[in-house]
Nanobody
Framework: QVQLVESGGGLVQPGGSLRLSCAAS????????MGWYRQAPGKERELVAT???????NYADSVKGRFTISRDNAKNTVYLQMNSLKPEDTAVYYC????????????????WGQGTQVTVSS
């Protein structure tokens, strides 16, 4: 009923930039917070950045000043602009959204995208 589709990952050299996009589709009544998480090999999934429906943002300390999260509510899309990328940013990046689905009652649920690989290497 709800899908999150990510795009924009790839291979980039240290110091480079990438922009991730995640579009939500389906029987959406409303979207609360949207965010990006990442998981590196052998590590747990960790929060990268979130943006609330009122556009308040939150960032992991490791990406502050380098990454910018934004959203377009008209398109049900969240973006992650990543600048000054470092090898330690290499991970699979996952989109997350808290969505209230039509005809499923008032409680929102958490949905995840399939993940997109970001590799930072020379």
């Amino acid at each position: 009923q709800v899908q999150l589709v990510e795009s924009g990952g790839g291979l980039v050299q240290p110091g480079g930039s990438l922009r991730l996009s995640c579009a939500a589709s389906g029987s959406i009544f409303s979207i609360n917070a949207m965010g990006w998480y990442r998981q590196a090999p052998g590590k747990e999934r960790e929060l990268v950045a979130t943006v609330a429906s009122g556009y308040n943002t939150n960032y992991a300390d490791s990406v502050k000043g380098r990454f910018t999260i934004s959203r377009d509510n008209a398109k049900n899309t969240v973006y992650l602009q990543m600048n000054s990328l470092k090898p330690e940013d290499t991970a699979v990046y996952y989109c997350n959204a808290i969505i209230t689905v039509k005809a499923q009652g008032p409680l929102p649920h958490s949905y995840w995208g399939q993940g997109t690989q970001v590799t930072v290497s020379s």
